[in-house]
Nanobody, 125 residues
Framework: VQLQASGGGLAQPGGSLRLSCAFS????????IGWFRQAPGKEREGISC????????FYADNMKERFTISRDNVKNVVYLQVDNLKPEDAAVYYC???????????????????WGRGTLVTVSS
């Protein structure tokens, strides 16, 4: 299982970023994948995940308006579009995969088993 997040960087408030999670060693037909973030000094937050069993995506309650998760089955990449960036969006963003393909959306609260290296998002004018 390999996951690698990328696409972070410096963005202005009100701007947008598209983060990518390149994965290998498994199929999203059988496992759930999600995006999480952690800001300095704060607890990890679940943002969104894709359920392999339910064939749909889920979002944390406070993440529904500005975050969009999507997938490219050919490229084996999961994306997270973040729009109207706010200073409080600054964090390290991680993608993760679960163990049995049954954790989404509960995993948004409790996390997943396999984690990739995160990508840092900084929001500043």
């Amino acid at each position: 299982v390999q996951l690698q997040a990328s696409g972070g960087g410096l963005a202005q408030p009100g701007g947008s970023l598209r983060l990518s999670c390149a994965f290998s060693g498994f199929s999203l037909d059988y496992y759930d994948i999600g995006w999480f973030r952690q800001a300095p000094g704060k607890e990890r937050e679940g943002i969104s995940c894709i359920s392999s069993r339910l064939r749909r995506e889920f979002y944390a309650d406070n993440m529904k308006e500005r975050f969009t998760i999507s997938r490219d089955n050919v490229k084996n990449v999961v994306y997270l579009q973040v729009d109207n960036l706010k200073p409080e969006d600054a964090a390290v963003y991680y993608c993760a995969r679960d163990e049995y393909g049954n954790s989404c959306p509960t995993a948004l609260r409790y996390g997943m088993e396999y984690w990739g290296r995160g990508t840092l998002v900084t929001v500043s004018s």
